[in-house]
């Protein structure tokens, strides 16, 4: 994973400043460090996971990137709203002309979204935030949800974010696990389903 290819004491600094966060995301993706992922394969599994409990959904999608990699055919969903701290990002999934969409730049570990949603979506983002800020926001999100709503976090490498795992478990949330169908016994990407407790499972 790119996030590897830089210090973890350099990405600790830059996060505390939400600015220096966003120049140096903005910078990846000037130099299309994350270009590989517009084309990732999982595309349609968030959707069809959401559909499961919540059929036409409204999503809010947090650290959403350019969303390229994201299959929402239009009609089968309510509403999208995706929020990335990088400007650029935002620019190309505007770009996109997605219907039924809106964005927003914003830094996730403290933006207050317009709505509420049925599926809250942390795609490949929970990592990029200290441990402490990651426990703070999945306590935050539940207040975001609607009563029939649910968050979704995918997880590249359950192996090397094993701390980011474990805050996941420990949230208070009820949390199921979908492993894709064709991963084997040491599959490394996971989506996590964090349910309330008022939710009907
Ligand atoms: C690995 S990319 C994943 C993008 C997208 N979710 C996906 O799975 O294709 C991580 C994204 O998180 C965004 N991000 C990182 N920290 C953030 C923060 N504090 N607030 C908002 N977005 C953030 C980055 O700009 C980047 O677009």
Do not use: K
């Amino acid at each position: 994973m790119m996030a590897g290819r830089i210090g973890a004491p350099v990405r600790a600094l830059v996060r505390r400043s939400p600015r220096l966060n966003a120049a140096l995301w903005d910078t990846q993706y000037a130099l299309g460090l994350w270009g590989y992922l517009d084309e990732a394969g999982d595309g349609a599994v968030p959707l069809s996971l959401i559909e499961t409990w919540a059929p036409h959904p409204t999503i809010l999608d947090l650290g959403c990137g350019t969303s390229a990699n994201l299959s929402f055919p239009r009609g089968r969903y309510r509403h999208y709203h995706g929020v990335d701290i990088s400007r650029r990002a935002i620019e190309t999934a505007r770009s996109l002309d997605r219907p039924d969409a809106s964005y927003a730049v914003a830094d996730i570990r403290a933006y207050a979204p317009p709505d509420r949603y049925d599926a809250i979506l942390l795609r490949e983002v929970i990592y990029y935030l200290s441990v402490a800020e990651a426990a703070d926001l999945l306590r935050r999100l539940p207040g975001l949800l609607t009563s029939r709503g649910r968050i979704l976090v995918q997880i590249y490498d359950v192996q090397r974010s094993g701390q980011f795992v474990a805050v996941i478990r420990d949230c208070g949330l009820a949390v199921t696990t979908w492993l894709p169908p064709d991963a084997g016994d040491g599959a490394p990407d996971a989506f996590f389903v964090l349910t309330p407790a008022v939710a009907e499972s």
